[in-house]
């Protein structure tokens, strides 16, 4: 085969390759809002008064960790409510009832229970804060910041 063809395939797959992590990365930590009314109820959770930020992992989750702290602080920072983490390696069963298909991944509860975000990955602040403010403000959509 002609060396310029190899190093033409190789720069082309090189490029390929950076688009599609590019891509991955991007989509990482979004927010996708919920269709439907669905409402979010299993034996152990306990909703916040006025919302609950229920996070998925898993024993071997680096981005749980961090995941886990954010919502921590967020839910500190937002009176009523509520950061609940649940271990899916205990209860394999949600994992297959809410389609998980990674760790962490986060479902955004308002009062009721009801689904009003799905982001899988690392929670990004600024993204569930956003998210946030669409449950606790359902009139606005700007983002919130700390009480």
Known sequence: MDPLVVVILLASLVVVATGLGLLHR?????????RGEEIVD????TLGENATLLQFSSEVCAPCVA??????AVARDHPG??????????RPELAERFN????????????????????GGSVRR???????ARVLNPSTTSQIGPA
């Open 42 to 45: 299993f034996d152990g959770l």
């Open 26 to 34: 991007h989509l990482r930590g979004r927010a996708r809002p919920a």
């Open 81 to 90: 409510t509520r950061h609940v983490d649940i271990d899916i390696t205990d």
């Open 126 to 132: 600024d993204v569930l804060l956003e998210q946030l």
């Open 67 to 72: 995941t886990h702290r954010v919502l921590e």
């Open 100 to 119: 998980l298909l990674q760790t962490p991944t986060t479902l955004v509860l308002d009062a009721r229970g009801a689904l009003r975000a799905r982001i």
